[in-house]
């Protein structure tokens, strides 16, 4: 192995979370990033990449880049037999 790449990532994320009287409660998250590199690989065998003194001139849109991620989830409270018994 060696240490023939070079990678930079930058993102910004942003949460939205609300909360039901019911026990009901969703969470949003969206995240804005970018991924660049001067090499795809894992193994070390970059070609291309020249010169080495500056790496700057030789960067592009790394092949696992995900420039918009959208997750959700809900998570529901069930109520309890002691809450119920009352």
């Known amino acids: 192995m060696s240490n023939t790449g070079h990678?930079?990532?930058h993102a910004g994320t942003v949460q939205y979370q609300k909360r039901f009287?019911?026990?009901l409660m969703v969470n949003s998250f969206y995240t804005f990033?970018?991924?660049?590199?001067d090499c795809d690989t894992d193994y070390g065998t970059c070609t291309g990449v020249k010169p080495v003194e500056n790496r700057n001139l030789?960067?592009?849109r790394a092949g696992y880049?995900?420039?918009h991620r959208f997750v959700t989830s809900a998570i529901y409270e069930l109520p309890s037999a002691r809450a119920a018994a009352s």
């Open 65 to 67: 880049d995900m420039r």
């Open 33 to 37: 990033s970018k991924a660049i590199d």
């Open 21 to 23: 009287s019911d026990g």
């Open 58 to 60: 030789n960067k592009g």
């Open 7 to 9: 990678s930079t990532f």
